[in-house]
C-alpha cells in the first residue's frame, strides 16, 4: 500500500505499518470482500431467485435486517456532530472524524446492499423522478441520498488534510454548522422514517412490535446505537494503530450519555405497550415474546444496568462488551421488526403450502458478509492513509 | 363512475372458470404445481396467477360449508401499495381499478408489506424483477367489455356495476334470503372499503379474509409522513436554538475566566 501511495506521489502519510499478523488479518478481509463482490456481480447477472430464499412470503430477508442495523449503527455520524458542534461538548472532537468515516462508509454499504437488493438495480433513480410523498421508502431514499452528500462533506476536510490542501480544508470549514445541522436533521427524519415503514404494515406485525411510537422508536435506537459504535471503533481503532492511551473519560462520558438514551427507549416501549394493553403477548413464552425479551434484554437491561456500574465504566472491557451486546440488541430489534413479527400473507403459495419458511440464501450471506468486509478495509486505509485518528498516535510510533 | 364488483360465495359453484379466463385473457404461463390433498391449484397468487378459487370445507353453526372464494386483487378504495411505494407505481384510478405502471418500478417490493391482502406477487425468475396483480382487466373495460373472469361466470356470482348499487343490491339479497347469507358485506367498510365486494353464506374470518379493521391501511403512517414538514421545522429549530445556548454558555464562561483573571 505504502509503495502505490509513493509510486502515485500522493502527499498522504503512512501511519500503521502492520505486523505479519495483521498483514495476514488485512488479506483474508480483503478476501472476503472480493468473495462479496464476486457473488454481488454474479447476483446481478441472474436475479434474485437463483442468488436469494426470498419468496413471496418473505420478499424482504437478511439484507434488509441488516441495512437497517447499518443505518442504526452508522448513526454515530450524527450523533458525533451533533455532540460536537451543537452541543459544543468540544471534549469528544479528537472522535468526531473517526464518526464520520464510520458514517459515511455506514450509509455507502447500506446503499449497495440496497441497490443488489432491488428488483431493477438498473432504476435506482425512480424515487427521483416518480414523487410519492406518502411513501417512508421515499423519504428514506432522499435522505438517505442528502445524507450521503452532508457525510462526504463531513469527510472532505480530512481528505484534503491528508492531501495538504489548506485552503480547500478553510472553506468547508466555513460552512460546517449549517452542514452539521442540515445532517442531524436529515438523520432525524429517515431514521424515524425507518420505524415508519413499519408503522405502515399494521396487519401484517406482531403487536409486540407494531405501535405508534415505532418512528420515535427506531429515532432513539439510531442515537443508543450510534454512541455503541462510537465506543466499538474508538476502543477497536485505538487497539489495531497502537494507541497506548485511550481517552477513557471519554467513553465513559459516552457510556453515561447511553444509559439514559436507553432508559427513554425503554420507558417508552414498555410504557406504549402497558397504556395501549398489547403487554400480555410479551409472556406468551412464544417465538415472538422470546426474541422481545432478547432484544429489551440487550438494548435496555444491559446498557442501562451495567452502564450505571462505575466499575464497568471504568473497564475498557467492559465498555467494550456492553457496546457489542447493545449492538447485537439492535441488530436483533431490526431483523425481529422485518422477519420474527412479521405475519406470513395467507395467501401466498408457501403459506397454503405450509412451506413459509426463510433460512438465508449462502450468497445472502456472502454478499452482505464481502459487503461489510470491504467497509472495514476501507476504513483501516482511510485511517491509515489519512489523519482520522489524533495526532498522538505518530508519537507513539 | 367508480366501477366495482360484486362476489356472491352463495351463488359461486367453484367452476373455476374464471381462473381460466383471467389466465387465458391475460397471458400469464401455468404454473408446475402438485396435489395438496384438496382442490385448490394453484394454491396462492403468484406472478402467473392473479385470480384463484381456494375452496373451504367449514363447519358453522352445526352444518358443513363447502364455500368457494375467488380471489383477486380487492382494488381497495385507500390502497396499501400505492401508499408505500416510493415510486408511484401503483395509483387508484377514479373509475376503481388500482393500475400498475410497470416503467417506474423499481421491484424494491415493498407493496407487499403494504398490501393486508397479500396481493402483489414478485417475478422471482427474472434477471430484472417486478412485482404484479390482478390489473381489473382494464384493456378489456376501455373497450366497453367485463373483466374475463367476470363475463364468463356461468352463475352471476360476480356482477360488475357502481359500487352503492352493489351495496344495495346485496343487502337487498339479504332481505329476500335472510336465512341463506351471513349479514355482513365484506370490503363495504373494511380497509376503508374496497372495490371488490364479497357476501357470503358464513362468517368472512372462517373463509380466512383477514380482519384489517374499517381505516385506510396506512392511515397512522401517512398522519406521520404528513407530519414531515412539521419535523424539519422542529429539527432546525431545536438544533440551531441548541448551538446557540451552549455556544453562549461557553462564551459567557469564557468571558468571566478572563474578567476573573483580569483582577
Not at chain 1, 395501549?276 to 417465538?287: I, L, V
Not at chain 1, 457489542?324 to 403450502?353: C, I, K, M, P
Not at chain 2, 390433498?37 to 363447519?59: A, K, R
Amino acid at each position: 500500500m505504502t509503495t502505490i501511495v509513493r509510486r502515485l506521489r500522493l502527499p498522504f502519510n503512512d501511519m500503521h505499518q502492520p505486523g505479519l499478523m495483521g498483514k495476514i488479518v488485512l488479506a483474508l478481509v480483503a478476501l472476503v470482500a472480493l468473495s462479496g463482490v464476486v457473488s454481488a456481480i454474479y447476483r446481478l447477472f441472474v436475479g434474485l431467485g437463483p442468488t436469494t430464499n426470498l419468496t413471496d412470503a418473505y420478499p424482504w430477508g437478511l439484507w434488509i435486517g441488516f441495512d437497517f442495523t447499518l443505518i442504526a449503527f452508522a448513526g454515530v455520524g450524527f450523533t458525533m456532530a451533533a455532540v460536537v458542534h451543537v452541543l459544543h461538548l468540544e471534549q469528544y472532537k479528537p472522535m468526531a472524524r473517526a464518526a464520520v468515516l464510520t458514517g459515511f462508509l455506514g450509509y455507502v454499504s447500506v446503499l449497495v446492499i440496497l441497490l443488489l437488493d432491488l428488483g431493477r438495480p438498473d432504476r435506482f433513480w425512480g424515487f427521483l423522478v416518480y414523487w410519492n410523498h406518502h411513501s417512508p421508502l421515499f423519504e428514506i431514499s432522499w435522505c438517505i441520498l442528502l445524507y450521503t452528500i452532508v457525510l462526504t462533506l463531513e469527510f472532505a476536510p480530512l481528505f484534503f488534510e491528508g492531501l495538504q490542501r489548506p485552503a480547500i480544508v478553510k472553506a468547508i470549514h466555513k460552512v460546517t454548522v449549517p452542514v452539521v445541522i442540515a445532517g442531524v436533521t436529515l438523520s432525524t427524519l429517515h431514521q424515524s422514517t425507518l420505524g415508519t415503514l413499519y408503522l405502515a404494515m399494521p396487519h401484517k406485525m406482531h403487536p409486540l412490535w407494531w405501535s405508534w411510537p415505532l418512528p420515535i422508536l427506531f429515532y432513539i435506537s439510531s442515537i443508543g446505537a450510534g454512541l455503541a459504535a462510537m465506543i466499538l471503533i474508538w476502543i477497536l481503532a485505538s487497539k489495531v494503530f497502537g494507541r497506548k492511551k485511550i481517552e477513557m473519560n471519554l467513553l465513559q462520558g459516552l457510556a453515561k450519555g447511553s444509559v439514559w438514551v436507553w432508559v427513554v427507549y425503554a420507558v417508552l416501549r414498555l410504557g406504549d405497550l402497558l397504556m395501549t394493553g398489547t403487554a400480555r403477548p410479551m409472556f406468551a413464552f412464544d417465538g415472538p415474546s422470546v426474541w422481545f425479551w432478547i432484544e429489551m434484554i440487550l438494548m435496555a437491561l444491559v446498557p442501562i444496568v451495567l452502564f450505571s456500574l462505575q466499575r464497568v465504566r471504568e473497564s475498557q472491557a467492559g465498555l467494550f462488551i456492553v457496546s457489542l451486546l447493545v449492538t447485537l440488541g439492535v441488530l436483533a430489534n431490526r431483523f425481529n421488526a422485518t422477519l420474527t413479527a412479521q405475519y406470513v400473507n395467507r395467501f401466498t403459495v408457501e403459506s397454503v403450502t405450509e412451506t413459509a419458511r426463510y433460512v438465508p440464501h449462502l450468497l445472502e450471506w456472502v454478499m452482505q458478509i464481502g459487503i461489510l468486509a470491504a467497509a472495514v478495509l476501507v476504513w483501516y486505509l482511510a485511517a491509515r492513509f489519512l489523519p482520522v485518528m489524533p495526532e498522538a498516535v505518530k508519537d507513539e510510533h | 363512475m367508480s366501477r366495482a364488483v360484486l362476489v356472491d360465495l352463495v351463488r359461486c359453484m367453484g367452476c373455476r372458470a374464471c381462473q381460466v379466463a383471467c389466465k387465458s385473457w391475460n397471458d400469464k404461463k401455468a404454473e408446475l404445481t402438485q396435489c395438496l390433498g384438496c382442490y385448490d391449484n394453484p394454491p396462492g397468487f403468484s406472478y402467473n396467477t392473479w385470480s384463484l378459487i381456494q375452496f373451504n370445507e367449514v363447519e358453522y353453526q352445526g352444518q358443513l360449508h363447502w364455500v368457494f372464494t375467488k380471489r383477486q386483487c380487492m382494488h381497495c378504495e385507500h390502497p396499501g401499495c400505492a401508499s408505500v411505494c416510493p415510486v408511484s407505481a401503483w395509483e387508484k384510478t377514479a373509475e376503481g381499478p388500482v393500475i400498475y405502471h410497470p416503467h417506474r418500478c423499481i421491484g424494491c417490493r415493498n407493496c407487499q408489506y403494504g398490501c393486508p391482502f397479500g396481493v402483489p406477487s414478485y417475478n422471482w425468475d427474472a434477471v430484472l424483477g417486478l412485482v404484479n396483480k390482478c390489473t381489473f382487466c382494464t384493456d378489456r373495460t376501455a373497450e366497453g367489455y367485463e373483466p374475463a373472469c367476470i363475463k364468463v361466470c356461468p352463475t352471476d356470482a360476480l356482477e360488475m356495476g357502481e359500487r352503492s348499487q352493489l351495496i344495495a343490491e346485496a343487502y337487498r339479497r339479504f332481505d329476500r334470503f335472510p336465512d341463506r347469507y351471513y349479514h355482513h358485506i365484506y370490503g363495504e367498510k373494511e380497509a376503508g372499503g374496497t372495490t371488490w365486494l364479497y357476501i357470503s353464506p358464513i362468517p368472512f374470518d372462517l373463509l380466512g379474509f383477514p380482519d384489517v379493521g374499517t381505516a385506510p391501511v396506512t392511515e397512522e403512517a401517512v398522519t406521520v409522513m404528513n407530519g414531515t414538514p412539521v419535523t424539519i421545522v422542529a429539527a432546525v429549530a431545536a438544533l440551531s436554538g441548541l448551538y446557540w445556548l451552549t455556544k453562549r454558555k461557553e462564551q459567557v464562561a469564557e468571558h468571566k475566566s478572563g474578567s476573573e483573571e483580569g483582577k
